[in-house]
């Protein structure tokens, strides 16, 4: 089966799980540790990734694998709790079929989350950085293979993957709970392995103020089929070389669970704001 074939059954097997219910028009994905921030979210559906043939499923620790449609603060959207990776195995088309395969059916907005490591000074763990731009050239391109003219062009272009008017609201809605809110660029590796020191300062010099294992491609996937993005790193460690002691993916996950509250604070501003 090819991807577009892929991509077609998974939206039929969708359509027919979700039943009556409509779909939102924005869309959440919750990275590792993010995942249950989902329970504030009032449910009309639940869907494993599982239920759904040939969709890719999630491995990684911290990511339940499901689709959360439902309201939070009474705004319509649907949740992604939990994403693949690059890194488990999976094809690019694969890692962004997800968000390919909503951004067909209709969702409009993407709010991309993910944990991510502290590079620049001032980040601390359990900081929340808006993400203003990305380097992903250090993963394989999500638009590699034959164009889809359905989707975009062969060459989109990139100036302004996250929407601004979106990191507006995402700055507005920061203020009103006094959230101190870092912003900045997210580097993307392919994990599974932690950077070393080395890297973290090349990637320092490359203008990089957090890293992480996902998002990036996401970014770029749904930027060509002209869909608006906005992306948020949970800042759950500093970088390789940066703090005291190893990295552990434990740590990571404990992180993303104690900024619960602040991060479903953030989010429900923002989509009050977004829905005003």
């Known amino acids: ?62 990511h339940e694998g499901h689709f959360v449609i439902g309201t939070l603060a009474g705004v319509p959207i649907i949740v992604m709790r939990g994403r693949v990776h690059y890194y488990e195995g999976y094809a690019m088309e694969d890692v962004v079929l997800p968000m390919r395969m909503l951004a067909s059916l209709g969702v409009e907005t993407f709010i991309l989350t993910n944990a991510a490591g502290g590079i620049q000074d001032g980040m601390r763990p359990g900081d929340l950085m808006l993400i203003t731009d990305h380097i992903a050239s250090f993963v394989p391109s999500p638009l590699i293979g034959p164009n889809n003219d359905e989707w975009g062009v062969r060459f989109p272009d990139m100036t302004q993957v996250y929407d601004l008017e979106m990191q507006d609201i995402i700055r507005n809605a920061a203020r009103k709970i006094d959230l101190d809110l870092k912003e900045g660029i997210y580097l993307q590796v392919t994990g599974p392995p932690f950077e070393t020191p080395a890297e973290v300062r090349a990637y320092r010099i490359l203008g990089a103020d957090v890293a992480g294992m996902s998002t990036a491609v996401e970014a770029v996937a749904l930027r060509h089929m002209g869909v608006r993005v906005a992306g948020i790193s949970c800042v759950t460690n500093l970088a390789s070389g940066l703090g005291a002691g190893l990295l552990t993916a434990e740590e990571v996950i404990e992180v993303g669970i104690q900024t619960a509250d602040t991060f479903i604070a953030l989010l429900t501003t923002m989509l009050t704001k977004m829905e005003s």
């Open 1 to 62: 089966m090819n991807p577009l074939e892929k991509l077609e059954s998974c939206k039929s097997q969708f359509n027919d799980l979700l039943g009556d219910i409509t779909l939102p028009k924005i869309a959440i994905v919750l990275g590792s540790g993010l995942g249950a921030h989902a329970d504030a979210v009032v449910a009309d559906a639940v869907i494993p990734y599982a239920d759904i043939k040939d969709f890719p499923t999630s491995t990684a620790p911290g």
